[in-house]
T-cell receptor, first 111, second 116 residues
Framework: SQKIEQNSEALNIQEGKTATLTCNYT??????LQWYRQDPGRGPVFLLL?????KEKRKERLKVTFDTTLKQSLFHITASQPADSATYLC??????????FGSGTKLNVKP | GAVVSQHPSRVICKSGTSVKIECRSL??????MFWYRQFPKQSLMLMAT?????????EQGVEKDKFLINHASLTLSTLTVTSAHPEDSSFYIC????????????FGPGTRLTVL
């Protein structure tokens, strides 16, 4: 079965640094991959989407890369701020309307 | 745009009772709605997918008679947890998507269910 791995340990970084989160998957590459932010007790909020034929996508301070050879996506937040502290989930979309989520990585940005 | 609401946000009920959770897309028509369950520090587990006007498709291991899903309109889906037990206590999240190229999901804020 499809497996999605995100670092279960929290990532602690200093304000202003770049945070890099990893999403690895097994077996088949998805049609596209999404990153979400989830705050405690809240539903996930969509951030970025990258398709299988795209290498990189940017949105303001966010950057996502997608390497289908390595079966990996990296999610970067540049010039991180304490307000960026949250859990970040990756989600892979396969056949029609079938999404699989990773368990998320908690990011702590310290002032 | 693309706002999804859920009601109630929190519910506490006695074992054996049924609980209904509503999911509404407020400013768009959702051809498909999803219901997820999330345990603490774990991933979202898809329970079922529902399309307006048709029966929901349940994931393996999810009892359809236990978790009743109704998608009556393009803006409303309901999840009813029947004869709830303490092990049903969890965070339930719905999402809605439009029939677009990217099928981006827009999530509701979630419902915390506690069964005593």
């Amino acid at each position: 079965s499809q497996k999605i791995e995100q670092n279960s340990e929290a990532l602690n970084i200093q304000e202003g640094k770049t945070a890099t989160l990893t999403c690895n998957y097994t077996n088949y590459s998805p049609a596209y991959l999404q990153w979400y932010r989830q705050d405690p007790g809240r539903g996930p909020v969509f951030l970025l989407l990258i398709r299988e034929n795209e290498k990189e996508k940017r949105k303001e301070r966010l950057k996502v890369t997608f390497d289908t050879t390595l079966k990996q996506s990296l999610f970067h937040i540049t010039a991180s701020q304490p307000a960026d502290s949250a859990t970040y989930l990756c989600a892979l979309r396969y056949n029609f309307n079938k999404f699989y989520f990773g368990s998320g990585t908690k990011l702590n940005v310290k002032p | 745009g693309a706002v999804v609401s859920q009601h109630p946000s929190r519910v506490i009920c006695k074992s054996g009772t049924s609980v209904k959770i509503e999911c509404r897309s407020l400013d768009f028509q959702a051809t498909t709605m999803f219901w997820y369950r999330q345990f603490p520090k774990q991933s979202l587990m898809l329970m079922a997918t529902s399309n307006e006007g048709s029966k929901a498709t349940y994931e393996q291991g999810v009892e359809k008679d236990k978790f009743l899903i109704n998608h009556a309109s393009l803006t409303l889906s309901t999840l009813t947890v029947t004869s709830a037990h303490p092990e049903d206590s969890s965070f339930y999240i719905c999402s809605a998507s439009t029939s677009g190229v990217t099928d981006t999901q827009y999530f509701g804020p979630g419902t915390r269910l506690t069964v005593l």
